[in-house]
């Protein structure tokens, strides 16, 4: 019976300590990772942001509520030009820093009384480098440049209209026929772009974009109920075209972040010739027939498995966070 004891506390040890340690671990990573997450979308929208800094409460609490008794240790936190940096470790009263207790390996030998335990994460941020647009549509770089950011900046992005404020060519004006529309990917209503490549466009404005009704529908929906709907717009350089394909092509230059509060792609339409509140009815009216979307230029950080990240293009005010590590 002592040998089968021996063999049976073994077991137990194996099974149970070692399953507390695991189960300890996955706490701790899931508060890394919300930690680094919620800094790096801090930091990425406002690196003067006081709350970007390594003694941040929004990463402890974070880590707290990760975990099932609300005790875990920041360990370190490490913030970089564009990523950061979470390190969390166990906090068990009775037990020594950053560890945990364990029961049973402790009677095999009393040195085995707990054990450390901890986890880390790192999360990146950048400016969009490729995106799989959720609209087939394209803007230009001067109706940024140009749009005020914030509750005050509502307007009319257009896609076809030369703006008064740009000089030079302006959105689908300088594509013959060009209403700012790029080509589809497939049946879907979205399109494969890439900062510093040409992306054919689809020129006219005979509105039977595959697949976009249901897109619309659904922030249409949103819009309703009073939801935010924030989207990332391709931008295009408005002095570079090119004569390759159909009506020519669209240079994307960037990505900016645009939170829409209505549209228009086709008059007297109850989905396709929307706006959700009486701010943005009075934009459409100013923009007589013209098509586009309604909405705000905003500085915004995005969290979005379909989106690359990194260099190689100018930032408008769009990044991305993503767990690097």
Not at 41 to 52: A, E, Q
Not at 78 to 106: C, H, L, M, R
Request: hydrophobic fraction near 40%; charge should be negative.
């Amino acid at each position: 019976m002592a040998l089968l004891m021996v063999a049976l506390l073994g077991f137990a040890a194996i099974s149970i300590d070692v399953g507390k340690l695991y189960w300890e671990k996955a706490q701790l990573q899931n508060g890394a990772d919300a930690g680094a997450l919620a800094l790096a979308s801090i930091c990425g929208r406002d690196s003067n942001d006081p709350l970007c800094s390594p003694s941040s409460e929004i990463v402890r609490d974070l880590a707290n509520d990760n975990s099932n008794d609300n005790e875990s240790n920041v360990y370190s936190v490490d913030i970089k030009s564009n990523e950061v940096t979470v390190n969390t470790t166990a906090s068990e009263v009775g037990a020594p820093a950053n560890s945990v207790s364990v029961w049973f390996a402790q009677i095999l030998d009393p040195s085995f009384a707990s054990a450390e335990v901890g986890a880390s994460a790192t999360a990146g941020w950048g400016a969009p480098t490729a995106l799989s647009a959720k609209f087939p549509v394209t803007f230009s770089k001067c109706e940024i440049a140009t749009a005020p950011v914030g509750p005050t900046g509502l307007q009319f992005f257009l896609a076809h209209k030369k703006n008064d404020k740009c000089d030079g060519p302006q959105s689908g004006l300088n594509i013959p026929g060009g209403f700012g529309w790029l080509e589809q990917n497939g049946k879907t209503c979205s399109a494969a772009t890439r900062v510093g490549q040409w992306i054919g466009s689809s020129t006219g404005n005979s509105y039977n974009k595959t697949g976009c009704n249901d897109q619309l529908l659904k922030w249409k929906e949103k819009l309703v109920k009073g939801e935010k709907v924030i989207i990332l717009l391709p931008v295009f350089d408005g002095h570079g075209t090119s004569g390759g394909g159909s009506g020519g092509s669209y240079f994307i230059s960037g990505y900016a972040a645009v939170e829409i509060q209505g549209w228009m792609f086709k008059n007297n339409d109850s989905l396709l010739d929307f706006q959700a509140n009486s701010d943005a009815k009075s934009i459409r009216g100013k923009g007589g027939s013209e098509v586009g979307f309604i909405g705000q230029f905003l500085r915004f950080v995005f969290d979005d498995e379909d989106v690359e990240f990194g260099s190689g293009g100018p930032n408008y005010g769009a990044d991305v966070i993503r767990l690097t590590k």
